[in-house]
């Protein structure tokens, strides 16, 4: 696949990601976790650097879809989010020092198995 269309490719995955974060509040990671496999898979080390660049990505998308949530008056109270925002954020530095400790192929095997969960979970209620 030529650079051109891997970019436009990209950007076409980043907007629908864009779309899905911004309906649903999650999820867009997923999308941007198979776009990166399927269009730079061959060129990154491992699965590792797919799933830290897809953070990367989604920490602005979120910014930017909390910010018009904020704007609408639909985020709960500052004081409510704070309860799970600290220990999130604590969470996602555990996750990150984690991730440096297992293979690619593990840490692919985790993210298959918390999609299906969490899929099933969602068409179950």
Same mark, same amino acid.
């Given at each position: 696949?030529?650079?051109?269309? /891997?970019?436009?490719?990209?950007?076409?995955?980043?907007?629908?990601?864009?779309?899905?974060?911004?309906?649903?509040?999650?999820?867009?990671?997923?999308?941007?976790? @198979?776009?990166?496999?399927?269009?730079?898979?061959?060129?990154?080390?491992?699965?590792?650097?797919?799933?830290?660049?897809?953070?990367?990505?989604?920490?602005?998308?979120?910014?930017?879809?909390?910010?018009?949530?904020? /704007?609408?008056?639909?985020?709960?109270?500052?004081?409510?989010?704070?309860?799970?925002?600290?220990?999130?954020?604590?969470?996602?530095?555990?996750?990150?020092?984690?991730?440096? /400790?297992?293979?690619?192929?593990?840490?692919?095997?985790? @993210?298959?198995?918390?999609?299906?969960?969490?899929?099933?979970?969602?068409?179950? /209620?």
């Amino acid at each position: 696949m030529k650079a051109t269309a /891997r970019l436009l490719l990209l950007a076409l995955c980043g907007f629908g990601a864009g779309i899905v974060n911004g309906l649903l509040g999650a999820g867009s990671g997923v999308l941007i976790v @198979f776009a990166l496999h399927a269009v730079l898979g061959k060129q990154l080390a491992d699965s590792r650097d797919v799933f830290a660049n897809a953070t990367a990505v989604i920490l602005p998308i979120s910014l930017f879809s909390a910010l018009s949530y904020l /704007r609408a008056g639909a985020l709960p109270a500052v004081t409510s989010l704070s309860a799970y925002l600290l220990p999130g954020a604590a969470g996602g530095v555990c996750g990150a020092l984690l991730m440096n /400790r297992l293979s690619g192929v593990a840490v692919k095997r985790i @993210f298959g198995a918390v999609v299906l969960l969490s899929g099933l979970i969602m068409l179950a /209620r």
